[in-house]
DNA sequence: GTTCTCACA
DNA sequence: TGTGAGAA
């Protein structure tokens, strides 16, 4: 399974991205109302994060805490990403932009649990748990 | 118990 | 942005 796939693959409830990107539920809601992220939705209407959507996220984050309003984000993230519109799973148009290796996604993985330990220290399991499938 | 939408101070 | 109501 490649890389890309699995950045686009990973589902989160509304919970589990509010304790990785220290953003409330309201903030999360708000930025996809403003078209700042696309996250997938079960039959009940529950939002499913992708890792991409959490990363995209912890930027949105960074950039309102250095003042940034909505317009202003939605500017920086369409010359980062122009209208990702929808996620094709074919392998023949996949690899365009950044590829990330094995090591890098682990990378990854490892600086959003280390964010959640600084913040709160007692839901390490917790989140652990939920990210635990991502490890091999 | 958790998340969703809508609405209001 | 926060919060509460009412539904799923």
New binding site residues.
């Given amino acids: 399974m490649s890389d890309d796939l699995r950045r686009n693959m990973a589902l989160f409830?509304?919970?589990?991205v509010?304790k990785l990107t220290d953003l409330?539920?309201?903030?999360i809601?708000?930025?996809e109302q403003n078209g700042l992220i696309q996250p997938a939705r079960t039959e009940?209407?529950?939002?499913l994060f992708s890792f991409n959507d959490v990363d995209r996220l912890l930027e949105v984050k960074a950039l309102?805490e250095k003042g940034l309003n909505i317009a202003g984000i939605k500017q920086v993230l369409q010359l980062q990403d122009p209208v990702p519109e929808q996620t094709e799973i074919t392998v023949s148009s996949e690899a365009k932009r950044k590829e990330l290796t094995e090591q890098e996604l682990h990378q990854l993985l490892k600086q959003q649990i280390f964010f959640s330990n600084a913040n709160r220290p007692s839901e390490h399991a917790l989140i652990r748990g939920e990210l635990s499938r991502f490890f091999h």
């Fill in positions: 409830p509304i919970g589990i509010m409330t539920a309201r903030q809601r708000y930025y009940g209407k529950q939002r309102i």
